[in-house]
């Protein structure tokens, strides 16, 4: 059974930091881009960044570029996503998500395992 699980979410303050993990289980994901998306109350979920787990690529959304790095451990099966100078528009619920495949989608519909979601909430 493929299982996604988030966990580091919480509230702080805006110029806070934070850091998500995500650790897989259930199969082996070296074809598998992991990314992450956010959803906030009343507006569609949105792509954030995604790494490809061989080789390491990523892509960011500019929304996030410059602030938010990912990175995964292979030996822990857990990708991390590393929130700096964050701001009140970052508040949502963040989903990791598992899509197969070289590419690095952008959509969520491309995507085929995900976990139930972190609340993320930043405070003005």
């Known amino acids: 059974q493929v299982q996604l699980v988030e966990s580091g979410g919480g509230l702080v303050q805006a110029g806070g930091s934070l850091r998500l993990s995500c650790t897989v289980s259930?199969?082996?994901?070296?074809?598998?881009?992991m990314g992450w998306f956010r959803q906030a109350p009343g507006k569609e979920r949105e792509f954030v960044v995604g790494?490809?787990?061989?080789?390491?690529?990523?892509y960011y959304a500019d929304s996030v570029k410059g602030r938010f790095t990912i990175s995964r451990d292979n030996a822990k099966n857990t990708v991390y996503l590393q929130m700096n100078s964050l701001k009140p528009e970052d508040t949502a619920v963040y989903f990791c998500?598992?899509?197969?495949?070289?590419?690095?989608?952008?959509?969520?519909?491309?995507?085929?395992?995900w976990g139930q979601g972190t609340q993320v909430t930043v405070s003005s």
């Open positions: 259930g199969r082996t994901f070296s074809s598998y881009t």
């Open positions: 998500a598992a899509a197969l495949g070289v590419t690095i989608p952008t959509t969520s519909n491309r995507y085929d395992y």
């Open positions: 790494i490809r787990w061989s080789g390491g690529r990523t």
